[in-house]
């Protein structure tokens, strides 16, 4: 059974950091692209990043650029979100997300498995 469980959300005041956990199980992904969504309420699933499978490319949306690091240890089937210099807009439940083939893309039904999701709070 293929599992991603999401680990480290919680509440942060603007300006902190949190970062992000996934962890995979049930298939070897060391040949997927990973990424990570988030959905804020009332609100669509959007992609915040992406990495290829071997972790020589990655791929952020423009409001996270500089501030986020997507990273993948494929020994551990671990893929990581660092957020740094978190706002309120970044408020949302984030989801990992695994697709079979190894490049990245931004479309949510690209992807093939997906996580329960962590909520991410920050205040102002």
């Known amino acids: 059974q293929v599992q991603l469980v999401e680990s480290g959300g919680g509440l942060v005041q603007a300006g902190g950091s949190l970062r992000l956990s996934c962890a995979a199980s049930?298939?070897?992904?060391?040949?997927?692209?990973m990424a990570w969504f988030r959905q804020a309420p009332g609100k669509e699933r959007d992609f915040v990043a992406g990495?290829?499978?071997?972790?020589?490319?990655?791929v952020y949306t423009d409001s996270v650029k500089v501030r986020f690091t997507i990273s993948r240890d494929n020994a551990k089937n671990m893929v990581y979100l660092q957020m740094n210099s978190l706002k309120p807009e970044d408020t949302a439940v984030y989801y990992c997300?695994?697709?079979?083939?190894?490049?990245?893309?931004?479309?949510?039904?690209?992807?093939?498995?997906w996580g329960q999701g962590t909520q991410v709070t920050v205040s102002s």
């Open positions: 997300a695994a697709r079979r083939l190894y490049y990245i893309t931004k479309g949510t039904n690209d992807y093939d498995f």
């Open positions: 049930g298939r070897t992904f060391s040949d997927s692209a």
């Open positions: 990495v290829n499978w071997d972790a020589s490319k990655t």
